[in-house]
């Protein structure tokens, strides 16, 4: 019996601490590291595919020119200037769902050379 109320209260314990980290990643910006001159695709958090969103760039609206394909945001041929926080918002209320440090490096691989 005691088992079980071990068993119990770490299953609930998992999920709060789940739960919590769930919520903290919408709240933290990640990093993302591509190459110069490659096609970038960011995902907002885990939305579903016929999610709505809307991106801003460091906190600017993003210009029409990149495509956006349910949740997920596509850069074309990045350069250095594609640099930058990228954040995403959950139509229709704009709950912010995502935060995104975007990096364009030189190097290959994902690897950022400076
Ligand atoms: C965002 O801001 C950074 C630093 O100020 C700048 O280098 C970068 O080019 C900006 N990114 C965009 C897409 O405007």
Not at 59 to 73: R, S, V, Y
């Amino acid at each position: 019996m005691a088992n079980l109320v071990t068993s119990l209260c770490c299953v609930v314990l998992a999920a709060v601490v789940v739960a919590y980290a769930q919520r903290r990643s919408q709240l933290v910006a990640r990093n993302q590291y591509e190459r110069r001159g490659s096609d970038v695709t960011m995902q907002c958090g885990s939305l579903e595919s016929d999610a709505s969103v809307s991106w801003k760039v460091n906190g600017t609206d993003i210009e029409a020119q990149h495509q956006l394909n349910g949740p997920k945001l596509i850069l074309t041929q990045v350069d250095l200037d594609h640099n930058g926080l990228y954040s995403c918002f959950q139509n229709p209320h704009g709950e912010r769902r995502d935060t995104i440090l975007l990096h364009i490096g030189m190097g290959s691989g994902g690897v950022l050379v400076p």
